[in-house]
């Protein structure tokens, strides 16, 4: 362990780099890995935006330098290219950029569709026919999709898993979990983004025992079931503890912990949400977990030092509602969209309100929404809210401090994707991709 952890120097060649990271993957948990190798990587600043949340899951980018406000006439338009409805996030891997949507002329189906990142030329679609009927906010598909080295993995709105080959578009399997499986579909459809896990994708569709399914990410094979809660619309999120993987997640029932080794449910905090609205993934750091909710609050769990030891730590109902956008922490300190109040800076420990924003981030309205990514290792976010503004901002325990901000696209609530030294959004009718620093220059 001990050598394990002394970093190689620069003057080492890469054969002695690699050794050490040999040495390192044994003795560190994969997320430490994955956190370290960034700065051990020349071009951090090309990072790929693969799934939900980023390439650690988390809303994290490791970013260019970008300026300090945006340009008076706004950020230049690389490419953009006209899409259905939907709210499904972009996900870029490999030169690819890639989203759902959904079409109703001449036939209703939902549609993966994959463009070039650099020049938004159409590379392939897979579309399949759906039936919506009177699915609550029907524009399209909710979740993100997921790509994990040459594969897509994608949940639609009505239950429909499909695995694709990433460079053409080629199903390699398929499943129907309303239809085969018998998922019971939420008011306003499945929303939880697939999730990698070794040689598991694992899809949060609420079947009969089974909230959560684990297949073999290669063949499609059904490989577990684990909880009895219906489908809410967080995505679950793993992180490593001493006595192994733990997944949590988070249903309109309850707060769950899965030990993925097993496929078991091992514990479960009662967290009833009113209209089953479990939405933004929840958080961790350390040994704290951290959920909001709106009708209901937000809680924060004690992880103990068995898989299956979890505590109410502490609950807050008032100042700390969130809705929809997934927080983020940073040294302590909580960064919240509350659905009354705006973004809101809260103490992990204990929730302690510090400050609140008074809805300058994003409008105060029925269902308020910006996504938060931290840029690099410092405070600073970029946030683009329900407006298609793309806001940036430091943020620290004494307030919000905006710095610029400028329209992208039309109103939206999917997620963009940050690579490279662009930005790629989409609403209901385009998908456009902007440049956020200017080419460097030898």
Not at 358 to 378: C, E
Request: hydrophobic share 40%; proline share 7%.
């Amino acid at each position: 362990m001990k050598n394990a952890m002394n970093a190689p120097r620069k003057s080492q060649s890469l054969g002695s780099m690699k050794k050490w990271l040999r040495r390192a993957r044994a003795a560190f948990a994969p997320a430490a890995i994955a956190t370290l190798l960034l700065f051990l990587t020349p071009s951090a600043s090309a990072e790929d935006w693969p799934r939900w949340r980023g390439p650690r899951g988390d809303g994290t980018w490791q970013a260019p330098k970008l300026p300090a406000t945006w340009p008076a006439g706004g950020l230049p338009v690389a490419w953009r290219q006209k899409i259905g409805g939907g709210y499904a996030g972009v996900v870029v891997a490999d030169g690819r950029a890639i989203t759902m949507d959904r079409q109703t002329e001449p036939a209703e189906v939902e549609r993966v569709l994959a463009f070039d990142s650099a020049s938004g030329k159409p590379l392939w679609q897979c579309s399949y026919p759906v039936k919506y009927d009177m699915l609550g906010y029907g524009s399209g598909p909710r979740a993100a999709p997921t790509v994990f080295e040459d594969r897509v993995y994608t949940l639609g709105a009505v239950g429909h898993v499909y695995c694709l080959d990433a460079a053409t578009g080629d199903v390699i399997w398929s499943k129907d979990c309303m239809r085969d499986l018998g998922a019971k579909l939420p008011e306003w459809g499945f929303a939880a983004s697939p999730v990698i896990w070794r040689d598991l994708v694992i899809i949060h569709v609420g079947l009969p025992h089974g909230s959560f399914i684990a297949f073999d990410r290669k063949t499609g094979e059904e490989k577990w079931r684990a909880g009895d809660d219906p489908a809410g619309y967080a995505t679950p999120i793993i992180v490593e503890r001493k006595r192994g993987p733990l997944m949590i997640g988070w249903t309109p029932e309850h707060v769950v912990g899965i030990d993925l080794a097993r496929g078991k449910e091992v514990w479960k905090i009662p967290y009833k949400v009113t209209y089953g609205v479990s939405i933004a993934t929840p958080i961790v750091r350390g040994d704290v977990v951290f959920v909001a909710g709106y009708w209901e609050g937000s809680k924060a769990i004690r992880l103990g030092p068995e898989l299956a030891d979890a505590t109410l730590a502490w609950e807050e109902t008032k100042t700390l509602r969130g809705l929809m956008s997934q927080p983020l922490e940073r040294d302590g300190y909580v960064y919240l969209l509350d659905k009354q109040f705006g973004l809101t800076c809260f103490e992990l420990a204990s929730g302690k309100k510090l400050w609140d924003d008074g809805n300058r981030l994003t409008p105060r309205g029925r269902n308020p929404q910006a996504s938060l990514v931290w840029l690099n290792d410092g405070n600073r976010l970029i946030a683009l809210n329900a407006e298609g503004e793309l806001v940036l901002a430091r943020v620290d325990p004494l307030g919000y401090h905006e710095e610029s901000r400028t329209r992208i696209i039309g109103p939206t609530w999917a997620h963009p994707a940050y690579a490279g030294r662009h930005a790629i959004a989409r609403d209901d009718q385009e998908i456009v991709c902007v440049e956020l620093a200017p080419a460097e220059t030898k």
